[in-house]
């Protein structure tokens, strides 16, 4: 199974880190979008409140986390129409990315649409199944075949570009017609800067009908749990059924002190808004500076990344990076149409993104 999987791209950038690290100044890590600020308290004291329990946790989750997701997806993203039956705890959401099209029952000969950029999970998602996969960013390029299983990702990692409502509503639509499930990757949903994303779950989007509809919810970066693993998925409550059922006997279960942590963080919206300022801080700063180094920035209008050009091959500016000591990942990670580009993330203190700002610029 592992000789069809691709190199993992992170072991790719050694001597580059090495470099990076190299510098006076110590290395600016901007290559993952790990989170750096420190969980909330009152996420924390949550966590601790259940560490006694001895017994194991309910794969579907308590009904207090399934109500906490139906409030927090209606309060902060107008997602309306949903019940708690329709919504399932997962362990982080690279672990229900990586085993959505397995769990689905996605197999030999079915075809899996993932974007042409994108996160490198779909395609390995697909790839353990034994699906074929196919790079598409538009319904024409996907031809007559109905695929068992479509990816969607606005904001998009790497890019930062935002779907707008026409296009999701075509995209529902047409997947609709043809019984295609739609997992919408929805991680930096409420990191929009210069335009609005929405779920596809919004009522304009899909009329406040989930069938065949799946989002994709972390909470790794609004509430900086990525060392949690805590995400959710929510939609068609019967394919939330589907993927609970498999799950309870894969013993896919999110532990019950998570379970209670992530309650706090749904409850919460003040750390909520407050680790959103911080990003667009971070983002103000980074920003004007790439661009005063001459570089393109393009769409980058929401989520945690810049997508930059130097009009260069992509190794080469991350060379050019980590000889200033900062660590960026090259485009070529997420598909071939980003050879020529850089994803730089907001993820570092706001020291380190100071210093990676004067270091571009001088």
Not at 40 to 63: C, F, H, M, N, W
Not at 75 to 84: C, M, P, Q
């Amino acid at each position: 199974m592992s000789a069809s999987l691709p190199e993992f791209p992170w072991d790719t950038l050694a001597d580059v880190t090495a470099l990076a690290k190299s510098h006076i100044g110590g290395i600016v890590d901007l290559s993952v979008g790990t989170p750096v600020d420190p969980v909330a308290p009152v996420i924390r004291d949550a966590l601790a409140s259940a560490s006694a329990e001895p017994g194991y946790p309910t794969t579907a989750g308590t009904l207090a986390l399934r109500e906490s997701a139906v409030a927090a997806l209606h309060r902060r993203y107008g997602i309306t129409g949903l019940a708690e039956s329709a919504v399932l705890p997962v362990i982080g959401t690279k672990e229900v990315i990586a085993w959505l099209p397995t769990l689905l029952g996605v197999g030999a000969g079915d075809l899996v649409v993932v974007p042409e950029l994108a996160y490198p999970t779909y395609d390995v998602g697909a790839r353990l199944a034994g699906a074929r996969v196919l790079f598409a960013d538009s319904l024409t390029q996907i031809g007559p075949e109905a695929p068992a299983l479509l990816f969607v990702n606005s904001p998009s990692n790497p890019t930062g570009q935002v779907l707008g409502v026409d296009h999701l509503r075509k995209l529902v639509s047409w997947a609709r017609t043809r019984g295609v499930v739609v997992a919408s990757d929805e991680c930096y949903l409420g990191l929009g800067w210069d335009a609005q994303p929405l779920s596809v779950l919004h009522p304009s989007v899909c009329d406040g009908d989930h069938t065949g509809l799946l989002a994709i919810q972390s909470l790794s970066k609004s509430s900086s749990l990525a060392g949690y693993r805590a995400g959710f998925v929510a939609g068609d409550a019967t394919v939330v059924g589907e993927l609970l059922a498999v799950r309870k006997h894969a013993g896919m279960m999110v532990p019950r002190p998570v379970q209670a942590a992530m309650v706090a963080a749904l409850d919460d919206d003040v750390h909520e808004h407050e680790q959103r300022e911080r990003y667009r801080q971070r983002r103000e700063v980074l920003l004007p500076a790439f661009r005063a180094a001459g570089f393109t920035i393009d769409h980058s209008e929401a989520g945690l990344y810049l997508w930059v050009t130097r009009d260069e091959p992509c190794r080469d500016t991350v060379h050019w990076l980590a000889q200033r000591g900062i660590l960026a990942a090259p485009g070529e990670f997420y598909g071939a149409r980003g050879a020529r580009h850089v994803r730089v993330a907001l993820t570092a203190t706001d020291e380190r993104i100071a210093a990676a700002a004067d270091r571009v610029t001088n």
